[in-house]
């Protein structure tokens, strides 16, 4: 069943008027009654989520775990994926219509330039998440219309991280450009954006403001590493004294274990990655996927979810007292984002294919 036929059967079999929406959301939903989806979720027992590293902890799997489960008697199961192997799973499903994953959170490269062109993805359209007035930054800004990937978190990312005992005090650099000074060039880890992860967001949130040609410049100071949790890893070890586009997770983990590591944000602004969530398509819990969003972009779930994963919430209404001071979002702070026809179609795709040109073979 392609994306079209799932919509107009959940379209069909669903009552679309919707009681009890709170004050300023859309007056109906095509999903119908969220009752009638619980009591088919109930039925169903059980949602498969496929997540990239750095979306869900193990403490935030286990109170959304224990939620679903006493509230809804859903068991959720986790399948922890790096973002270059969502992709390749969900085809595979498809292909052969053994469907297994009903949600997948990445970057938008990790999965949704690959599985929209395919018809892989369903409309998200959780009441929770059509409310007007309530957002820091609206799920749905980079595919308004389609609404078949939404930001699950708002991704502020500190674009520069420092080992500080490599790096005397006054010396750091301070914006981008201080990056293409020589006496950084071989010292700089970054994972490349030749493929899903950080390094392709910060590629996607940067180009068009940084420009080609300081990337082709960029691409020869840095040394590029594989794996999400390699720079910050690097750094901690001592084999770098700068990173570019570190995951914040693993970073935290390590200065918490006595790292000397700390982030920077360029006067540039720090860059703004593309995580979110699709509704995979012939999704086999497609009600307990239904329910999930709704509670997910709901005040209550964008809290347990922040908080366990120390996230800035999409939600402005969810308070940011967990997240470490230096990497809180304040309002008017600037910031770099990816454009929104950056994520559309074929684009992300075209820009992974540029960011190995310019990366890995341009050096």
């Known amino acids: 069943m392609n994306i079209r036929n799932l919509w107009l059967t959940v379209g069909a079999t669903l009552i679309l008027a919707l009681p009890g929406l709170p004050s300023g959301a859309l007056a109906a939903s095509p999903w119908g009654p969220m009752e009638q989806i619980e009591a088919a979720a109930r039925k169903e027992g059980a949602l498969v989520i496929y997540a990239a590293p750095g979306h869900f902890n193990r403490e935030s799997q286990r109170e959304i775990g224990n939620i679903f489960k006493d509230r809804y008697g859903v068991t959720i199961e986790w399948t922890g994926l790096s973002a270059s192997d969502i992709s390749p799973r969900v085809f595979a499903e498809q292909r052969t219509k053994q469907y297994t994953a009903d949600i997948t959170m990445s970057g938008v490269a990790g999965h949704y330039g690959s599985l929209k062109p395919k018809g892989y993805v ?36 500190p674009s520069i991280l420092i080992n500080t005992k490599m790096i005397p005090a006054g010396q750091e650099p301070r914006s981008y450009q201080d990056l293409l000074d020589p006496k950084w060039k071989g010292k700089i880890a970054f994972q490349s954006p030749a493929g899903g992860g950080t390094g392709s967001g910060w590629f996607r949130a940067t180009y068009r ?68 969530t699709c509704f995979i398509a012939n999704a086999p819990h497609a009600n307990a996927a239904m329910l999930f969003y709704q509670w997910f972009f709901s005040k209550e779930g964008q809290l347990v979810y922040a908080t366990h994963t120390r996230a800035i919430s999409v939600r402005k209404d969810v308070p940011q007292g967990f997240i470490p001071e230096d990497e ?36």
């Open 328 to 363: 809180r979002y304040v309002e008017g702070e600037p910031f770099l984002m990816a454009a929104t026809e950056d994520q559309q179609g074929k684009r992300p795709q075209e820009l992974l294919k540029l960011g190995k040109e310019i990366f890995v073979e341009g050096k």
């Open 209 to 276: 403001t940084l420009g080609l040609d300081y990337m082709r410049k960029l691409a020869k100071q840095v040394v590029l590493v594989a794996k999400v949790n390699d720079p910050p890893q690097a750094l901690a070890q001592g084999r770098f004294p700068v990173a570019l586009a570190a995951t914040t997770t693993r970073t935290r983990q390590l200065i918490e274990q006595g790292a000397s590591l700390r982030f920077i944000q360029p006067k540039e602004g720090n860059h703004m990655a593309s995580q979110g």
């Open 122 to 157: 369903s409309p998200i359209v959780a009441p929770s998440s059509l409310e007007k007035g309530v957002w820091r930054l609206d799920p749905a800004v980079a595919t308004p219309s389609d609404r078949d990937w939404l930001f699950i978190n708002m991704p502020l990312r």
